[in-house]
C-alpha cells in the first residue's frame, strides 16, 4: 500500500464517527512508520489560516478498510488553541 492510496481514504475517529480528514503525510522512524499527519482544515477558505496539523500515532490505526481508515486516538476539539480568552 502506498501514501496514495492511504491518501484516498477518509480517517474515522472510532470513538466518536467522527470523520477528521484524509492522510497527508507519514512520520518515519528507523524505516517504521511512527505517526500519520493530517493536516489542519482551511478556515474560511484558507483566509483565516489553517486549523493545527493532526499528529496520529501509528499504533491508533486499527484498521485499514476499502474507503477508511478507522483510528482509536484522542483528538483535540477544532479551533481549541485559537480561542482567546476575554473574546466573545
Request: no cysteine; proline share 5%.
Amino acid at each position: 500500500m502506498t501514501l496514495r492510496d492511504l491518501s484516498e481514504k477518509d480517517v474515522i475517529q472510532l470513538k466518536t464517527g467522527e470523520n477528521l480528514g484524509r492522510i497527508d503525510d507519514l512520520a518515519f522512524e528507523d524505516g517504521q512508520i511512527t505517526q500519520v499527519v493530517l493536516h489542519g482544515r482551511a478556515r474560511m477558505f484558507g483566509l483565516l489560516g489553517r486549523d493545527d496539523d493532526l499528529f496520529i500515532p501509528w499504533t491508533a490505526v486499527k484498521t485499514i478498510g476499502t474507503d477508511v481508515i478507522m483510528v482509536d486516538a484522542e483528538v483535540p476539539p477544532p479551533h481549541a488553541n485559537h480561542i482567546r480568552k476575554g473574546w466573545m
